[in-house]
């Protein structure tokens, strides 16, 4: 059974950091992309990374609102990708999913993402 699990969210304030993990089991992550989404409240669902599989270079990808402070990584053995996010301001505040797809092509827009974890909250607030 695939399945994508979240953890490391929670409450932190402006400029503080946090690292999500999405523990993939069901499946070889080395072999899939993993997108990071999140949302907030009354807006879209925004694509925030995407780290590629070995067939694509493993290349990372970012969208402009998180470059320079978020870094996708991916732990094969442990089968695991982590998003270290840094310099976080209230506007990072939504719930963050992770999402497997063969490729990061529409990471964007998350389309063609086809396993998705069940979430976890960041707040960022003082």
């Known amino acids: 059974q695939v399945q994508l699990v979240e953890s490391g969210g929670g409450l932190v304030q402006p400029g503080g950091s946090l690292r999500l993990s999405c523990a993939a089991s069901?499946?070889?992550?080395?072999?899939?992309?993993i997108g990071w989404f999140r949302q907030a409240p009354g807006k879209e669902r925004e694509g925030v990374s995407c780290?590629?599989?070995?067939?694509?270079?493993?290349?990372?990808y970012y969208a402009d609102s998180v470059k320079g402070r978020f870094t996708i990584s991916r732990d094969n053995a442990k089968n695991t990708v982590y998003l270290q996010m840094n310099s976080l301001k209230p506007e990072d505040t939504a719930v963050y999913y992770c999402?497997?797809?063969?490729?990061?092509?529409?990471?964007?827009?998350?389309?063609?993402?086809?396993?998705w974890g069940q979430g976890t909250q960041v707040t960022v607030s003082s």
């Open positions: 069901g499946f070889t992550l080395d072999y899939y992309a």
């Open positions: 780290s590629s599989s070995s067939d694509f270079n493993s290349n990372t």
């Open positions: 999402a497997s797809s063969e490729s990061c092509t529409y990471y964007g827009s998350g389309d063609h993402f086809h396993y």
